[in-house]
């Protein structure tokens, strides 16, 4: 019976309608935010993923399930009871990721909280941005090369981030997490994909082979999801913000994303003549990160 409500439960949440402006109230400047920094808090200090440890555990007791079947005399009632198991268990996991994280996703759209016209937009804008990004480049490159990674939680990067979230008008900031490497290494090297967040443990997991200059803003993207951003699109902005307001290292790569999403959405004439304008090292650093992602 348990099984079929969290199933009934999950299916419900899913195709109704919660109100924005209450899910904001309530859920991610109500209770998400002392939620979130207790969390993450007890997370940095275990020195490995515990979404691993989730995967593990989760693989371990589908095995088991599995591996019962082989000692049942009636196939179809030991399968169609296996069913059940499995999907009360993804309605199970799907509720806390909702109330851990997830409802995030359904909290009123930053673009509606910021002085946003779409109307603005335009060919014009986009070239001259990604200029901005390329003299920005240019000018950061030799001393952004010059400071190394900090290794654990970098204390610039999470002083910028701060900043950025009170640009925002975050009342209660949210708390940085260590980055951490992950089982899901492989996943992430297959999938061209720099990190992720942890919707359980709230923690933020980066893949391997990200290079230095590239490392800052993905860990600040994942940092804004952390916060509460759930849409990728408003969590590579709140990454950027945060990072054009540190350190040359963090700046450095705040702009190679930045050029990299602009210049890929302009014609392919004044791409061209945008990219002629870049100085060797940042074309250097936009190819060592082309060639990482083709080498996956």
């Known amino acids: ?49 515990l979404f691993d440890a989730l995967l593990v555990v989760a693989v371990a007791w589908l095995l088991w399930r599995l591996l019962d079947l082989r000692e049942q005399d009636r196939w179809i009632p030991a399968i169609a009871g296996l069913v059940v198991r499995v999907a009360g268990a993804c309605a199970l996991l799907y509720l806390v990721f909702l109330a851990a994280w997830g409802l995030n996703y359904r909290r009123v759209p930053l673009r509606n909280k910021l002085v946003f016209s779409p109307q603005g937009a335009s060919a014009a804008r986009a070239r001259d941005l990604a200029q901005t990004a390329v003299e920005r480049l240019n000018a950061l490159h030799e001393e952004a090369h010059r400071e190394g990674p900090t290794g654990g939680i970098d204390a610039a990067l999470s002083a910028a981030f701060l900043d950025a979230q009170r640009m925002l008008g975050v009342r209660r900031p949210a708390r940085v997490a260590r980055p951490k490497r992950s089982l899901l290494d492989p996943y992430f090297h297959a999938a061209g994909v720099g990190g992720m967040t942890d919707p359980y443990f709230l923690e933020t997991l980066i893949a391997s082979d990200l290079l230095p200059f590239e490392e800052p803003f993905i860990v600040a993207h994942e940092w804004s999801h952390l916060a509460g951003f759930a849409d990728e699109s408003e969590a590579s902005f709140v990454g950027w913000l945060a990072c054009v307001h540190g350190p040359p290292r963090v700046e450095y790569s705040g702009w190679l994303f930045l050029y990299g999403e602009t210049a890929g959405g302009l014609d392919r004439d004044v791409r061209t003549e945008v990219a002629a304008r870049l100085d060797e090292g940042p074309r250097e650093d936009l190819q060592a990160i082309a060639e990482r992602v083709r080498r996956q």
Do not use: C
Not at 7 to 36: C, D, F, H, K, N
């Open 1 to 49: 019976m348990t099984r079929i409500v969290l199933i009934v439960a999950a299916i419900g949440l899913t195709v109704v309608t919660l109100p924005t402006l209450e899910v904001e109230r309530l859920y991610s400047t109500g209770v998400y935010p002392a939620m979130q920094s207790a969390i993450t808090a007890a997370s940095n200090d275990v020195p490995f993923a």
